[in-house]
Every structure is written in structure tokens, then in C-alpha cells.
């Protein structure tokens, strides 16, 4: 079997506070470097009911309630954070070697939540990431250059658009 080197996760949370923000969903596709696709993980984190009324409100909420009813719905089925925890280190241990390499589009905030949350995953992983949002401030401002990437605010679909535009950007280079 081929080792995945890179580890695309989103999160979707309640806010974007580590501190008294919580994970409500998590999805990863393990890629090989030239980003081909190995495997995905999906799960939903059991918050609690209060805490999702507390902090998912304001414009963000409100431009995005299809998404936030959607998150909110999909609680009852959730698992605690130490299962998900488990259950995606399960899933490195059979795709990946040693060096797990975290990739996504700003990335460093997700990972600000896993650091917090999910202490053992923070530890598998490498200090280096591929931050999509990067590539897309040089095109941007450098190339003039901008990639539309759908902002669905699920977790699955926004890594598949990540992986998507880090493709697009890509295709200039090579």
C-alpha cells in the first residue's frame, strides 16, 4: 500500500476562539505529495446544546445558517472528542509513516483546536504544514491570479476545494 505524506483536515467549530470555542465536525483525506487521494475520515463531535446556542451566533452564523442548522442537526449524532481522537489516529496509523505533514487552507487555525482538543493527534504530526492560503495570497497579489473556491462550510467538501485549488495553482508551475 502507498503511505499518504500529506493530511488534509477542516474542522468546522462553533467559532474560531480555541479557548471557548469547540470542534462540531472533523474530515481528513490522506494524499500522497503529488496529491492523489488515499483515504478519508470523517466524524461528527458531540457538543454540547448550550454551547452551540452560546457561540454560534452573529453575521458569520447568519450569512451560513444552512450550515449551522446542518451542524447543529448532526450533533445528536456525534461522538466525544476522545473517540474521534482515537478513531483518526486509527486511521494514521494505517496510512501514514512517520512524518504526517498537516495541509488545508489556513491551516495554522485549525490547528490552534487540535493542539487543544486533540492532544495526541498534535503530537503525531510534524511542525511543517502546507497551507493552501499562502498560494493564494502571492497569486492574488503577486500574479493577480484568483482561484473561486465554493465555501460550503462542511468539513469534507472544503478540503476537497482546497485540494482542488492548490491543483489549480499547481498547474502555473509546472
Known sequence: MKRAKLLWIDLEMTGLDPIKDRILEIAAIAT????????????????????????????????????RDALIAQNKTGQPIKEVEKSLLDFLGQYFGEEIYLAGNSIHQDRKFI???????????????????????????ALNKKYIKPENHRALSDIEGSIGELKWYLTFIK
Open 115 to 141: 493542539e487543544r482538543e486533540m492532544p495526541e493527534l498534535n503530537q503525531k504530526l510534524h511542525y511543517r504544514m502546507l497551507d493552501v492560503s499562502a498560494w493564494k495570497i502571492y497569486f492574488e497579489n
Open 32 to 67: 500522497d505529495m503529488e496529491l492523489n487521494e488515499i483515504a478519508r475520515f470523517e466524524a461528527v463531535v458531540k457538543v454540547s446544546e448550550s454551547l452551540m446556542k452560546e457561540r454560534m451566533i452573529g453575521d458569520f452564523w447568519d450569512k451560513n445558517h444552512a450550515s
